[in-house]
């Protein structure tokens, strides 16, 4: 150690270059801040913009009528119902499949160069436009498909049982690639306490595995859910851009969705039917937002520290 | 030590006894290889629709390429399908596609990495536990949505009065790109955050210790370590913008164009696609083929852009465990 000295006139402040390089990085702070709100500017700006058109259409009418070509009589009911059924139907097969093929992944497949094909396969479908699960789904699920003379897929017609089975398996990577990363969250000492208690490899799944991965499994096939719930693309490949001015009550009937008919009058030249589709984003939106706001209460809530 | 012993009545099974007891085990349970077979049914459904979408972009594109040369495909520019005479040059719905995948990634790359940058390296926890969330959200918007802001605040209410009528016509490249771009600055901004979150620290602190600030920190330290992270990133956003069709099919046009000029009018491929999905080609003619053959040209493209993103994430993973 130095011997102490008199106070000089030392200062930690820098001066010069250094000082210019600290003043950048203090400016860089706002800058980049900035860049990051702009994003976050233009949702709510959509959000306002798209109120302020629509929110004047918004009535009991809207949600009980059936579509029309005088845009104030035109409503959301067959959308409406077609979407419930579509949805529900895309639910009932998504998720067993998803838990199913993810469990099967981690737990159950051998270790071999089979599995690590399915794994990669699954990754490469995420990728895959959701056009092109429209075009799977036109050729194998609305005209029919057959190998070798056999019919193996009957042809269904642009219904919505062909429209849940595309959007089934358009989701199907999500949430596959979901649950996987659940199941791997389950710590496995509690694998293998369960099997060395004598349970078997599916009791222990069933038991422990699945009711742990269960709030990462959920997150999962709601966000999942949400985009199913706003895809038109591929729903318009399969045909389903019909006048629908019936209610649907079963799954062999031709249908429309919320997004689809939002699409529709969007492409519509007179103002009121845009006010129509602002309208109808509204209701979209409330329902794609708040799903994904579940999924992130859901997520946060079980989140592991 | 005696009574330990006392406790353990049955010696220990070992080799084919324990085999033998395990498999009876298994055998009391006969509901369990049903489970078991139907978990394989599961796994087997994403390679059946691997080879499904294959198949039938293969079929159908062969019988196009039955009526329409290769040559006149690949080596013409014109894509004139609906009027005599039609022609089937893919080239100028390419140049559709990527006039919008310039424009949005000179939009989304810059604000997509500053946001990158910001949630990484400045932000506090607890700024970042809100900002994230609400970049996320803009992930979840339908595309459906963004092609109607598109159209109608891009194009109507920003667009054309700033630049004139006469210079922006109504569907153009240039709203389709703006909005694809806040569309994927999600992805590009998530991802490459955890590769620069992966970036060890002792990095970022060797650094300050030799006196750099914050941003010379996160550019000249943090980026180039998670550059891998951050090519990866960019290539799935990239084969989200190729992919993607209400944006384009509303915002866009549909008037097939060579040009890379952000203010034209273009159809890209997915929004060709679209075109033959609303209308309703009969199967066989060569309108339905078409529709094919580009969605085959479509599927490589994506193909391979997500194919050299898996192999990057995988790579920079190995690099740091």
Redesign the interface.
Known sequence: MATPSAPTEFSLRATGR?AR??A??RL??Y???G??L???F??I??AI??VR?GWSRISMDFFTNYPSRRPLDAGLRSSLLGWVWLMGAVIVMAI??AV??A???EE??PKNRLTS??R?????????????Y???G???FV?G?ELLGITIIPALGPTILAGALTLT?MI??MT?IASVEAIRQVPPSIRDGSLAL?A????TVWFHILPGAMPGIMTGVI?AV??A?????AL??I?A?AFIAFDNTSLNESFTTV?IQ??NW??LPQEDF?KN??AG?IV??VL??GL?LIA?IIRERFRRT | MAQLQAQRPRPALHGAELEAQMRR??LR?P??KV??A??????????I??L??IE??FV?TIDFFREVSISEFFFTTDWQPLFEPQSFGIWELVAGTLNVLLWSLAIAL??GL??A???SE??HPRTRSL?K??????A??????Y???A???VTEDILRPLLGDDRVPIFNAFSASIVMA?MI??TI?SVSEDAMSNVPRELREAAYGL?S????V?TRVVFPAALSGIIAAVL?AI??V?????IV??AAGSTPNLTMNPLASVQTM?GY??QV??G?AA?GTVDYTS??AV?ST??VF??F???A??MIINRFREAYE
Do not use: K
């Open positions: 250094v390089r600290q950048l990085s860089s702070r800058v980049l801040l860049a990051t702009i994003a976050v233009v949702l700006y959509l913009d798209v058109t067993p499949l199913g093929t469990v099967f992944v159950f497949a094909l399915v990669l396969n699954i990754s490469n479908l995420a990728g895959v436009p959701s056009i092109i429209g075009i799977l036109l050729a194998v005209r498909f398996l199907l990577p596959v004598g078997t490899r599916w009791q966000l949400a985009r719930a706003g895809e038109t693309a318009i490949m045909g851009f997004p939002v699409y969007t492409t845009r589709a602002a984003i979209l939106m794609v937002l994904n992130v | 085990s298994f349970h509901g369990e489970i078991v139907t978990l394989w049914l599961c796994g087997t459904i994403s390679l629709t691997t499904l979408i039938t972009l159908e810059p604000l500053a946001a940058i910001y949630l400045y932000a900002l969330p609400a970049l996320e959200a803009l979840g918007v339908p595309t459906v949505v092609a109607f802001f159209l109608t605040v806040i600055l999600p901004a006196g600030t914050r941003l010379e996160a799935l084969a989200r190729i992919g993607e069709t209400m099919a509303i997915t696609m679209l999905g609303l309703d199967r529709l094919f969605a479509l599927f994506t193909f852009t997500n194919v993103a898996t």
